[in-house]
């Protein structure tokens, strides 16, 4: 019984990923090849900063990507990342849900308009391309390179989704910006992926006040103080406690897909953040 359940299971999974590649994703997407062995994935928990303090000359040597908000701190042109993923919707859409997220997305496209003096490939999904008004800010500098990649989430059993991740028509559900910054690592053909500061202690931070208010630290490890505040949706709707833990979920779920898939791929994926709840991964410390 357990295992015709878990047959229709996979049959519907991959019935439903069909349906959302066929109108979510873009079949000519292509991620090109790179000829290095090694890439560094930063994260932004606050860890990163003893990565930066004891390995910056290492990353600077090396091929880094940079995620979201990286752009804040100084070591950006310090480092200068050859590659930068973007995948909240937030940061394309025409009306973002709050008037801080407008702020922190005009805040990050100045700085990648004015400090860029560098090539680098942006990451953007396939999505944003029904917003042209991110597009015509960021190709002001001519040293951005776009590199567009289908985020549609694609579930089923590992035969079906590793073929959708091969195609780049899909990829483990992009809950958290290292999701697609791996995927995109792996499909590079980087043959070892480093991931600093991914530390994803969120939980540790949640509280609940006694009118049933969620708020939730999102601290960086650029930012100064506290950055507490309430979580919204795409609508502008309030999260509630378990809409942050289904993402969670979501995210640390998506690890192991990815482990399996690199392990597929001859991808040796490590992380070496100095705290992280990501399990998926073997730990290692430089």
Not at 13 to 33: G, R, W
Not at 190 to 216: C, P, R
């Amino acid at each position: 019984m357990v295992k015709i359940q878990k047959v229709l299971t996979g049959f519907i999974d991959i019935i439903l990923s069909l349906f959302k590649v066929v109108i979510l994703s873009k079949f000519k997407v292509y991620i090109p090849a790179q000829d290095g062995d090694e890439l560094f994935i930063l994260g932004n928990g606050p860890s990163l900063n003893f990565t930066l303090q004891e390995n910056l000359e290492k990353l600077q040597s090396g091929t880094t990507l940079a995620v979201n908000n990286f752009a804040y701190s100084d070591f950006f042109v310090k480092i200068k990342p050859s590659f930068y993923v973007l995948v909240a919707p937030e940061y394309f859409m025409s009306v973002p849900p709050t008037e801080n997220h407008i702020f922190l997305r005009n805040r990050l496209f100045n700085i990648l308009t004015t400090k860029v003096t560098w090539p680098i490939t942006l990451f953007i999904p396939t999505l944003a391309e029904k917003y042209p008004e991110w597009k015509k800010v960021l190709s002001e500098n001519k040293n951005i390179k776009f590199q567009y990649f289908n985020s549609t989430p694609v579930e089923g059993p590992e035969w079906f989704a590793h073929k959708m991740f091969a195609l780049n028509l899909g990829m483990p559900r992009p809950h958290n910006v290292l999701v697609p910054s791996i995927f995109v690592g792996i499909n590079m053909r980087y043959k070892k992926i480093f991931l600093f500061g991914a530390d994803h202690s969120w939980h540790e931070e949640i509280k609940v006040s006694e009118f049933n208010q969620m708020t939730v630290n999102h601290g960086h490890f650029y930012d100064k103080d506290d950055q507490r505040g309430k979580m919204h949706k795409l609508d502008g709707k309030e999260f509630h406690i378990h809409d942050v833990f289904r993402k969670l979920y979501l995210a640390f779920k998506g690890y192991f897909i990815l482990a399996s898939y690199a392990k597929k791929r001859g991808v040796y994926i490590v992380n070496a953040s100095h705290r992280s709840y990501i399990d998926a991964f073997e730990r290692v410390k430089i």
